[in-house]
């Protein structure tokens, strides 16, 4: 069994950053490929980012590209989503979640374990 927990969560200015974080427990967190993915209300869970467990290579979604990034700390057990230039269409809840597998899925289906997730609301 894998237990994750995020955090980092707030409020934040259209324009502001947040990183977010996420850490997992097991002794074996750099075997799991790990992902980041978002709900607003009314609309399905999206994929986010997410990282490769072999090599930390990452892989986003066109609407973060280029703001977000993803990266892990295998020794801490833990993943970040750092997020820059924060939009309020940005603002949803945002979970990580570990993958059995390789590369880095992008299909909530092919994700085993999740967090509870945490709150990013983004005014303008």
């Known amino acids: 069994q894998v237990q994750l927990v995020e955090s980092g969560g707030g409020l934040v200015q259209a324009g502001g950053s947040l990183r977010l974080s996420c850490t997992a427990s097991g002794r074996t967190f750099n075997r799991y490929p790990m992902g980041w993915f978002r709900q607003a209300p009314g609309k399905e869970r999206d994929f986010v980012a997410g990282?490769?467990?072999?090599?930390?290579?990452?892989y986003y979604a066109e609407f973060v590209k280029g703001r977000f990034t993803a990266s892990r700390d295998n020794a801490k057990n833990t993943v970040y989503l750092q997020m820059n230039s924060l939009k309020p269409e940005d603002t949803a809840i945002y979970y990580c979640a570990a993958a059995v597998g390789l590369g880095i899925p992008r299909r909530a289906y092919e994700y085993s374990y999740w967090g509870q997730g945490t709150q990013v609301t983004v005014s303008s």
């Open positions: 990282t490769s467990w072999s090599d930390g290579s990452a």
